[in-house]
């Protein structure tokens, strides 16, 4: 830092920037990119302040301004989305795109706003799209059953540290789709594994384990979403910094569930 | 209008078993012709919605986010408290609630304080089963940190996302019961109106909006829960998520629900300082930083240019440790608030414009070493970094305090029950539990109780009086009724065609109460507040400008309808804080202090303020709840 004197980080500039967002008026209404330009924005402002700056300048000229999803915007909810210039949330390491900030961005930069493109997660308005089939996987296994006023002392579930500590790098997902739509088939493989992960580092979801492995893969599959080839792009896209490995622990589990499965049906034809 | 508490009689300890033993049943096979309409899918509505479907009620639940699981209890970062004394260091559970009185500023009603502390062992328990990866020692066991406001280590914890990863448990339990068809689900969803039955003066159901479509529908129900939030956002500029609003609570009052003390609302000590006028809202950086963070700003007013390094530590002021000795940087979150803002005033706040002091890690990474702390603090870390662009490892944090929380609320008795027969209300939403300051990591756990562990039982003895027949027809009178003033005020707001944004008028309306109903009140800034709000409002009427039309996804209309109500709550707010003439927790009025501090007035405030709304244009009339403390001693709180 070259001025001591001044522990804030950098002063704030202002840009002036080029968008070209995707507009949509409805879910089968068909969508266009709109260029519109953007003045003064403080390198200081997030990218969905820019998005409300733009937004207060379209109201102004009686435009109807974009819409898009956000809610906390501190990357907990998992309610924004956005591809900016190809990239979910923007692309930068472990970042969503309300943490995302205009410092870094130029002056004169030119910006491309698009909403998650992927079969299961239909546009409904602009850059909003409908994730409701991550509900529906979840609905399908992504829990443990205990009903409440049934569970035991807490300490009487003795959890090693280092499987607390992997369940919760899984159970960091915040469910906010990018990885589907970093994926080129559009699966959503790291968004499934992460749940069971959570739940199959524990010892409370064992007894579960096998039936929700394949409830899970099966409610994915029915819910339109592509299947894995392997590229890791929803790895590389991912706000929470997902490992692959939970992937690795599903295809596991997925063989041995659906082995059990074969045994068990072979049984009951067996004993008639 | 009546006020009954219903509190149960008998000593303290014994009050919630001898209130369950007396509320009557519902018998099982009966459980699934009863209607339930939950509104909020946060930790008190998720967890009332999971839990009554799984005792068998047939449950539908609205929310107006994407999904139910992002409601704002995600956030929450810090942890949940609960009275397990697993370290071994003196807990109890009459300690959590001599706490958590004390905590509130005596403000709260002993009875609800006591059962949120008893089944705050419960809570835990319960969200272990479910797979809430909470932290855990070497051993196994469930680990413990401690928070403001008290001097045990009760707090559990799931790194800084403790929130997210209750809230991730009680939507699990949910889409359990949706996806075994239990609970039907209504996600982006916005409830617009409460309906009353004329005849019986019951809740018998809501208005709600398809965010999506833009549709107006009603559903009727034996009985409806409001587990919205609180109301944080009026102040615009909040820690609070973009989306909450008073709304859901506010038609609700105008129905006939009671609210109570809507002066008392929490200043968080640290969140990130304000960068500029484009700021959308303000981050909280978790309370459990001030574990081992160290709060200071420069001794001398020509220091706090000078950068952080430089400032040898004779020449810094440790003001908390300074003034509170026995509590230090864990003082509680209304006084090291007040604090920093003094500091601030006096010319020794650092950062852009002043408004802000350092939280220093400087001493604890060089006891604990990078590794640990990063352990312990790490996503917090990372977060104050993408925010400010400075590393905290190196600098330390500057912090400002920022609305978080709000402690009032719809009013409700013992039950969780309004003053509308029928409509309960949990969660943040109601007053209940923290008086005039809510101790950190005491939301989490309030919102849990009401959801998994009291409206089961409040709830089941209301319908058990409600014949399972009674339910009402949404296509009657009173609920066309209700939609008809809902799509007409829609309506209304897309017919303005004005020249300004609905944010530009939230904005307005968040400087009028940050200036003159923020941290400091008097009477002279709140008549002037009280002056200023009804003008706003005029001018929202006559100039806003919402594009698109109603029967569509329209953002701006839906902020437009929370900005309206936020236009009169607003009002009701610095009401009750004029009315307030004293400074208890939250709720400071400058002309009622001693040496700095908060002076209380028990001979005439030792109550609950209680508004009834008496019809548009007419001033509210306000009644009062006694509080009685029979097991706390009333006394002046000290930190000191």
């Known amino acids: 830092m070259s001025n001591p004197a001044a522990p804030a980080a950098d002063h704030a500039r202002t840009l002036s920037l080029k968008l070209h967002i995707w507009r949509q008026a409805d879910r089968v209404s068909p969508g266009k990119l709109v260029t519109y330009t953007v003045a003064g924005v403080s390198t200081h402002a997030s990218f969905l302040e820019m998005l409300d700056i733009l937004n207060e300048q379209l109201i102004a000229n009686g435009e109807e301004p974009v819409a898009f999803d956000h809610d906390c915007r501190e990357g907990i909810c998992g309610a924004c989305s956005l591809i900016i210039n190809g990239r979910p949330h923007g692309g930068r390491a472990g970042t969503t795109t309300c943490q995302l900030h205009m410092r870094f961005f130029r002056d004169g930069d030119e910006i491309w706003i698009e909403p998650w493109r992927a079969h299961a997660f239909p546009v409904i308005k602009d850059l909003c799209v409908d994730r409701s089939a991550f509900d529906h996987v979840i609905a399908e296994g992504g829990f443990i059953t205990a009903n409440c006023g049934s569970a035991p002392d807490a300490n009487d579930i003795l959890v090693p540290k280092d499987h607390a500590e992997r369940a919760m790098d899984a159970a960091a997902c915040i469910g906010c789709g990018a990885c589907v739509a970093a994926c080129p088939n559009g699966s959503a493989m790291l968004f499934v594994a992460a749940k069971l992960a959570h739940l199959h580092h524990l010892p409370q979801g064992q007894p579960e384990r096998s039936h929700r492995t394949q409830a899970m893969v099966t409610a994915m599959d029915a819910a339109g979403f592509g299947n894995c080839s392997n590229h890791y792009e929803c790895e590389a896209a991912c706000p929470k910094e997902i490992s692959r490995d939970v992937m690795a622990m599903l295809n596991r589990d997925y063989a041995k569930a659906a082995y059990v499965a074969r045994e068990r049906e072979q049984k009951s034809h067996g004993s008639g | ?640």
């Open chain 2, 1 to 640: 209008m009546k006020l009954d508490a219903r509190t149960p009689t008998g000593p303290i300890e014994q009050q919630w078993s001898n209130a369950r033993f007396a509320m009557k049943l519902v018998n099982p096979a009966n459980k699934r012709k009863y209607k339930v309409i939950v509104i909020g899918s946060g930790l008190a509505g998720g967890a009332a919605a999971a839990t009554l479907a799984e005792l068998g009620y047939d449950v539908a639940c609205f929310c107006f986010q994407d999904s139910p699981r992002r409601a704002h209890s995600i956030a929450a970062q810090g942890g949940i408290n609960a009275a397990k004394n697993y370290q071994n260091d003196g807990d109890s559970i009459h300690r959590l609630f001599y706490d958590t009185v004390k905590g509130g500023d005596f403000r709260a009603r002993e009875s609800n304080v006591h059962r949120l502390a008893e089944v705050s062992v419960d809570i835990i328990d319960q969200c272990a089963a479910m797979g809430v990866p909470f932290a855990r020692e070497y051993g196994g066991t469930l680990a413990n940190r401690s928070f403001g406001g008290a001097q045990v280590s009760r707090t559990f914890y799931a790194r800084g996302q403790t929130g997210q990863q209750l809230l991730l448990g009680v939507y699990a339990a949910l889409s359990r019961q949706i996806g075994a068809g239990k609970v039907k689900m209504f996600p982006r969803t916005e409830m617009l109106d409460v309906v009353v039955d004329p005849g019986t003066g019951r809740a018998a159901g809501v208005v709600v909006r398809d965010l999506v479509t833009g549709a107006i529908a009603s559903y009727a129900a034996h009985a409806v829960i409001l587990a919205t939030g609180g109301y944080g956002n009026v102040f615009y500029l909040s820690t609070n998520a973009k989306g909450t609003n008073v709304t859901a609570a506010y038609r609700a009052y105008k129905r006939g629900a009671a609210f109570a003390n809507p002066c008392f609302t929490q200043i968080h000590p640290t969140c990130i300082p304000v960068a500029g006028d484009y700021q959308s809202k303000l981050t909280l950086m978790s309370e459990s930083l001030r574990n081992d963070g160290r709060v200071w700003v420069p001794k001398a007013k020509d220091d706090v240019a000078k950068h952080p390094d430089q400032i040898p530590d004779d020449a810094r002021d440790y003001y908390l440790e300074r003034k509170y000795p026995s509590f230090g940087n864990l003082s509680p979150r209304d006084i090291a608030s007040r604090a920093a803002k003094e500091q601030c005033d006096d010319g020794r706040g650092v950062g852009p414009g002043g408004r802000g002091v350092y939280l220093d890690f400087r001493d604890a990474l060089a006891r604990d070493g990078e590794a640990q702390i990063g352990e312990k603090y790490g996503n917090l870390f990372e977060m104050y970094e993408r925010i400010t662009g400075e590393d905290p490892y190196k600098v330390p944090m500057r912090i400002y305090p920022a609305v978080h929380y709000t402690m009032g609320g719809l009013w409700v008795d013992y039950h969780l029950e309004t003053t509308i027969p029928g409509l309960f209300c949990l969660g943040e939403a109601n007053f209940s539990d923290h008086g005039a300051n809510r101790l950190g990591a005491s939301a989490l756990m309030q919102g849990l109780a009401d959801g998994y562990f009291i409206i089961p039982y409040t709830l089941g003895h209301y319908l058990a009086g409600v014949a399972a027949g009674d339910l009402a027809d949404p296509a009657s009178a009173p609920f066309r009724d209700a939609a008809a003033g809902v799509a007409a005020r829609l309506d209304k707001l897309v017919s303005v065609r004005g020249k300004r944004s609905v944010d530009s008028f939230h904005k307005e309306l968040g400087q009028i109460l940050w200036e003159n109903c923020g941290m400091a009140r008097s009477k002279e800034s709140l008549t002037f507040a009280l002056d200023q709000i009804p003008k706003l409002r005029d001018e929202f009427w006559r100039d806003v400008t919402v594009l698109g039309e109603r029967d569509s996804f329209n953002q701006s209309l839906e902020k437009a309808g929370r900005v309206a109500d936020f236009l009169e709550f607003a009002e009701l707010l610095c009401r009750d804080a004029l009315v307030r003439e004293e400074s208890c927790g939250g709720h400071f009025r400058v002309e009622h202090q001693t040496l700095g501090e908060a002076k209380r007035d028990d001979d005439r405030f030792c109550h609950v303020a209680v508004w009834e709304h008496a019809g548009d244009g007419k001033d509210p009339i306000r009644h009062v709840e006694p509080l009685a403390f029979e097991n706390v001693k009333l006394a002046t709180r000290s930190y000191k």
